[in-house]
């Protein structure tokens, strides 16, 4: 993209055009960037979506949802980028930007928008005269195969570009002057940047109840996500005992985006100057230095909570960490306190009290002791190793340590698009993950202490009604909903690696997590099905395994198979796309209003 000659925007993508084997490359791609109108030389904003993925659209709408009135927004996609672009999220772009978007687009075909933001130039029902420029690459090479390059596509447009505006009326507080000076330089931060109601960061204002003791919590980023970083705050210093609750943000590589809103909410900004070379050794060489850093910050500090920055809090985050934290200090089995559970869903997860012990690793929010955190620090995952620093620690340093996690998530994963989510994972599982939305929630610690949970476990195991699975467990419910018995099944399961499928099978029908044997517990699983509590217990290797081998559920080859492709999951809504082909018009007319275009609706998981 050029602006006066000038490259103000370049992105290099490569096309997958023979859709085999793994999505490492692009199919469909959809690029925005955020000029200033008083200079349109000047990038505000940009951001890159893999729209042929689900969930990418809902991204792209809300960078577009958090700009700031008057911004020239340009848009292109191309090649294969509609397919997930769903109706309701045309119509919101529309509302936004003005746009026709008639997007009748062909595979191979590229589309171009340049808008003005909510203009106040023109009158308010004169939404078109907002675009400044929309059009289309139509391809003529009607090739009904999914095989087809982008178009390429070359425009050229004149801008008469408006004043350099003052964002908000003069003020003498220096704060909100700084805060203006940001918000003209950069964008995406939706209401902390409005003049009238801006977003609250000021931790004076908030909740000035005492803590038991003071948690440092320390945002790991990586600087692209700091609209997310200024939530997190803010939630925070929303939170009880916000106020007692230091805040460091570590930033990877130099970012002056990052050290200048750092400054404004009044955290203290670290830049990690990154020696890693592959995305692995990055992303492993900055948790290791947040932590260590957050250590050393804070010498009296004697527990510390790890946060990423793609992460929404919920408001008793603060207080959920402070109260596991006398649990910690009292049963020295607990490594580890996350935020976040994997098999957590929402007819799975009903008790915001509740915690449960397993062996995991730390993920999406959590809180060590300054003594574990050291010995973590002296035995990290070596540079050149190829493993992710939390797989490192569960498979060399957890052994027989625990982790305590909630019934009820404390955080919840946003977007897609990053290292290890994709925009499929995120609306097949992230996204459907709850959030705790009580604000001040006291949890049941009695007999959470690794000798009474073991005693309690057993005690409900002897007592609970064992399921015979006799017929497929996707083709019927192994047990009653909104039963207040307990119920057990025994599955075929040596360690982690789930060699028989018995627990992928459960998971895929039962609506658990099925990417992995995640929040067991000595390879027994505590769970809910809408309401009714029941445990998965895999045998012969978990000490829990008392049941017969005669009730132990092994799949069969066409157990397994229906699994496989079975996605209707409890409480999955079932996502439609559009596959879209140009084909040979029968006159020019039908060419013209390109009306010539197939249609093949396709549906998430099939």
């Known amino acids: 993209l050029f602006v006066n000659g000038n490259t103000v925007f370049s992105q290099n993508v490569t096309f997958n055009q023979n859709f085999t084997g793994r999505d490492d490359k692009i199919r469909g791609f959809a690029a925005v960037v955020v000029l200033h109108e008083g200079d349109p030389g000047q990038v505000l904003a940009r951001g890159s979506f893999n729209t042929y993925f689900i969930a990418e659209d809902k991204s792209l709408l809300k960078l577009i949802r958090s700009l700031q009135d008057g911004r020239i927004v340009v848009i292109l996609g191309a090649p294969k980028f509609l397919i997930w672009f769903r109706a309701a999220e045309v119509e919101k772009l529309r509302g936004l930007l003005g746009c026709e978007a008639d997007l009748d687009l062909g595979t191979g075909e590229s589309w171009a928008l340049v808008a003005v933001k909510n203009s106040t130039r023109r009158a308010a029902d004169e939404k078109r005269a907002q675009v400044l420029y929309e059009g289309y690459s139509i391809t003529r090479s009607y090739k009904t195969s999914q095989v087809a390059a982008p178009q ?29 000076q940001f918000c003209d330089k950069y964008e995406g931060f939706g209401d902390f940047c409005d003049c009238h109601q801006p977003l609250n960061t000021d931790a004076s204002l908030q909740d000035k109840s005492l803590p038991r003791e003071e948690i440092p919590v320390t945002i790991v980023s990586g600087g692209k996500r700091l609209p997310q970083v200024l939530r997190q705050v803010s939630s925070i210093r929303a939170n009880k005992f916000g106020l007692y609750t230091p805040l460091l943000l570590c930033i990877d590589g130099p970012n002056q985006q990052a050290t200048t809103l750092a400054q404004l909410m009044n955290v203290t900004a670290l830049t990690h100057l990154n020696k890693g070379i592959t995305s692995r050794q990055k ?50 089995t607990v490594l580890f306190a996350n935020a976040y559970r994997y098999n957590a869903y929402p007819h799975t997860s009903q008790d915001p009290t509740a915690i449960i012990r397993a062996q995991a690793y730390p993920f999406y929010g959590w ?82 202490w690794d000798l009474a949970y073991n005693l309690d476990q057993m005690i409900a195991i002897d007592r609970a009604r064992v399921v015979n699975i006799s017929q497929h467990p996707c083709h019927f419910e192994p047990f009653p909903r909104n039963s207040n018995e307990t119920y057990v099944i025994y599955i075929t399961a040596v360690g982690d690696v789930d060699d028989d499928q018995s627990f992928l099978v459960l998971a895929r029908c039962l609506g658990l997590f099925d990417y992995g044997m995640q929040d067991h517990y000595e390879m027994t699983f505590r769970l809910r099905y809408y309401g009714t509590p029941f445990y998965i217990i895999c045998c012969p290797v978990s000490p829990f395994c008392v049941g017969p081998n005669s009730t132990w559920y092994t799949p069969t080859a066409d157990d397994i198979k229906i699994a496989l492709t079975w996605f209707n999951k409890p409480g999955m809504e079932r996502q439609t796309g559009m596959m879209r082909w140009r084909s040979q018009p029968s006159d020019p007319e039908e060419e013209f209003l390109r009306d010539n275009v197939y249609y093949l609706p396709i549906h998430y998981g099939s």
């Open 152 to 180: 390429n596509f070359n425009i050229q447009l004149m801008i008469k570009h408006e004043p350099r505006r003052q964002h908000c009326p003069a003020s003498t507080n220096e704060i909100v002057r700084r805060r203006a």
């Open 283 to 332: 992303i492993n060489e900055h948790v290791k230095f947040s932590l260590n850093m957050s250590l050393q910050l804070h010498p009296q500090a004697n527990k510390f909570i790890i946060l990423e920055d793609d992460l929404r809090l919920a408001p008793d985050f603060v207080s959920y960490f402070q109260q596991l934290s006398i649990l910690m200090d009292y049963d020295d």
């Open 367 to 448: 809180m060590v002791k300054r003594k574990d955190a050291l010995w973590l620090l002296e035995n990290w995952a070596p540079f050149d190793m190829v493993s992710d620093w939390d797989m490192y620690i569960k498979i060399y340093l957890v052994k027989r340590r625990r982790t305590i996690l909630p019934e009820v998530p404390r955080t919840k994963h946003e977007g897609g698009g990053g290292v290890h989510v994709t925009g499929i994972s995120q609306e097949r599982e992230y996204g459907r993950r709850p959030l705790n939305h009580l604000s001040d929630v006291e949890l049941d610690l009695k007999r959470t």
